[in-house]
């Protein structure tokens, strides 16, 4: 019990995750779909903050009496995740744009039928 | 001077030429632009091949960071092939483009195509050079979101969708990348596969790592559209602008092939994966994707799109080759990485001359016009030939060694698979050239001229390579031999 208990922030990230991914799969809004991967990426952010912790660590700047610090690299990292998940996201949504206007809906099913009927 | 930064140039030069491409007025420019920038690149590949050929190594450190800490390019005969193919495919494909995409993108969104094109080849170059996983995942990032732009520039309104479906599914996998990527530096605490490779060893029994590389491979199987996780790719195929098709039908899928190589081989090595499934499901999805998606292919009426479940089968050969794991099996799969390349590249040029004249893809359209545009038709049936793997071409060299492989190993029904997705090639390259050919042309009365010389030369240079690596295999199988002691950890 203590184990789930003291890796809490573990747990948050498989939660996310998991929901993340399942809106990817099971939504035919494609809005909600970008959103799912969103929390997707998201949560993989965290993972990274995670790892990236020392307990008793301060911030990552070398001063007086302070010894133990937390690991920025995988902060760092993360920060050209996020670009990488935010031109991911623009990207997405522009393409939704575009296809409202092609087929003037953005629901899958509904995309798939106008596609069938050619 | 140049030879120590040979290796950085191949990613600055196209990263800085893109943005100015966007800027530059009209169609002819930019496409100029693009066509120096990859000329220049394949000049740099070349002369880099040459330097490692021996099975020596480059070692480039970034702003003079020593690896492990900096970012390390790390150029070996095994990056520096596959850099090479990119870079010759984007040679050879630009002057294509020209005619090929005045037709099919409006005028104002040329520069932005061509801006895009080159930050594609920068993405694929930076994969295969860089030594550093992270930075592998980012440059893995700027080549899908600008092939996801390329796709979505079509001439049909499906390309949106195509497109779409690709980002998502490519994000999802290289999400899982980076999740693999994280949970091994958490374990190791480096980001750089030399490195990797000689810390892992250690904790190869601890369930993170375990977990890393079924994230890894399966991240990566997405971008590589291993059968069952290619539903992206015969769409986004299909409705990309022509030029396009070629290109990414030539050297994404084996740009991610090669990353697939690095981790299991270099980063991982046999050593870990003997003690996982791992061989034993490439094999199985090798076997699979090649039945399968040949069947497909033989199904369906669109020239692209038969050619992109084609791609399939094909990636199906190479993943048979990692999953032998033996010296042979290897060497197959990275000599077929090239002639693979070298024979969709022509196809789907043919193709794509062929939708050029007609104006469709749609393989009923094709009737008679094979004897209108003889050339194309020729450097269709050739390319075919190629595929299906007919002795003195180049398809012959990579199934003889993936059959010599599989011999070896004594597994007889994958050889027999082998040979039955040739035959089932050989049904699906029929069908184009039965209708193509034989049949009459269509009542409507309409003849079409041959397609733009533009078009045809670097077609028919393609063709021609590849009955040149049929008949003279001595620099592709050299180079893949050398390869498979350079990736290390295969048993010879």
């Known amino acids: 019990m203590q184990f789930i208990l003291d890796h809490y922030n573990y747990w948050i990230v498989i939660f996310l995750m998991m929901v993340g991914f399942y809106t990817v799969i ?38 007086e009496g ?23 996201t623009a990207l997405g949504l522009a393409l939704v744009v575009r296809i409202r206007e092609a087929y003037g809906s953005i629901e899958e099913e509904e995309i798939h039928k106008q596609d069938e009927s050619f | ?59 480039y450190e970034l702003g003079g960071w020593a690896p492990p800490w900096g970012i390390e390019y790390r150029i070996d005969i095994v990056n520096a092939f596959v850099a090479l193919i990119v870079a ?62 390329l796709i979505s520039m079509g001439r049909q309104r499906r390309a949106l969708t195509a497109a779409y479906q690709y980002l998502i599914m490519g994000t999802i996998g290289a999400t899982f990348l980076l999740i693999g990527i994280g949970l091994i530096y958490a374990e190791t605490g480096t980001l750089n596969m030399a490195d990797l490779s000689n810390r892992l060893p250690a904790v190869f029994s601890h369930h993170t790592v375990h977990t890393a590389f079924a994230f890894i491979v399966v991240g990566v ?44 081989f270099t980063v991982f090595s046999t ?38 479940y084609s791609s399939v089968a094909q990636i199906g050969y190479i993943l048979l080759g990692i999953g032998f794991a033996s010296a042979l ?28 004249r007609i104006g469709s893809s749609h393989i009923t359209q094709f009737s008679g016009v094979g004897r209108q545009m003889p050339w194309t038709f020729g450097a269709l049936v050739l390319g075919g030939l190629s595929l299906i793997g007919v002795p003195g071409t180049a398809g012959f060299i990579s199934k003889w060694y993936l059959v010599l492989a599989a011999i070896e190993q004594q597994a007889w029904l994958i050889a027999a698979v082998i040979l039955v997705g040739s035959l089932l090639a050989v049904v699906y390259v029929w069908k184009m050239v039965e209708v193509l050919y034989f049949r009459p042309a269509s009542d409507t009365g309409e003849t079409y001229r041959e397609a733009p010389l533009s078009l045809l030369v ?10 040149y690596f049929g008949l003279n295999a001595d620099l592709t199988v050299g180079a893949a031999t050398t390869a498979v002691q350079v990736l290390g950890g295969i048993p010879q």
């Open chain 1, 66 to 88: 302070f010894r133990a610090y937390s690991n920025p690299l995988p902060h760092v990292l993360i920060l050209t995740a996020i670009v990488v998940g935010v031109a991911t």
């Open chain 2, 88 to 149: 010759g495919m984007a040679a050879i494909t630009l002057p294509y483009a020209l005619r090929s995409v005045e037709q099919e993108i409006p005028k104002h969104q040329i520069p932005l195509f061509y801006s895009m094109f080159l930050l594609c080849m920068d993405g694929l170059l930076g994969i295969t050079l860089t030594g550093d996983i992270f930075n592998l995942f980012v440059f893995l990032e700027i080549s899908s979101l600008s092939s996801y732009t």
């Open chain 2, 271 to 308: 050593g870990f994966t003997s003690d996982t499934p791992t061989d034993d499901m490439f094999l199985l999805l090798g076997v699979l994707g090649v039945l399968v998606a040949s069947f497909y292919a033989i199904y369906q009426g669109d020239a692209k799109r038969l050619l992109a």
């Open chain 1, 26 to 63: 099971s939504r035919g809004n494609l809005i909600k779909k970008i959103a799912g991967l969103n929390m997707f990426q998201t949560s993989v952010f965290l993972l990274y903050i995670s790892i990236g912790n020392v307990s008793g660590g301060t911030t990552p700047i070398i001063a």
């Open chain 2, 1 to 59: 001077m140049i030879e120590s930064h040979i290796s950085l140039l191949l990613v600055v030069i196209p990263l800085l030429a893109a943005p100015v491409t966007a800027l530059l007025p009209g169609v002819r420019l930019p496409w100029l632009t693009a066509l120096l920038v990859s000329w220049v690149c394949f000049a740099l590949a070349i002369w880099q091949f040459a330097l490692v050929m021996d099975g020596s190594v480059i070692s």
């Open chain 2, 329 to 356: 099996g290897v060497t197959a799969a990275v000599v077929h990485i090239f002639n693979h390349a070298l024979m969709k590249g022509a196809l789907f040029m043919a193709v794509g001359a062929l939708v050029y």
């Open chain 2, 221 to 264: 199987a997405l971008k590589l559209a291993m059968f069952p996780l290619h539903l992206w790719l015969p769409n986004a195929y299909t409705y990309a602008p022509s030029a396009i098709t070629v290109f990414l039908a030539a050297t994404a899928t084996k740009v991610a092939v090669y990353v697939m190589l690095r981790v299991v």
């Open chain 2, 458 to 467: 670097p077609t028919w240079l393609l063709v021609i390579a590849n009955i």
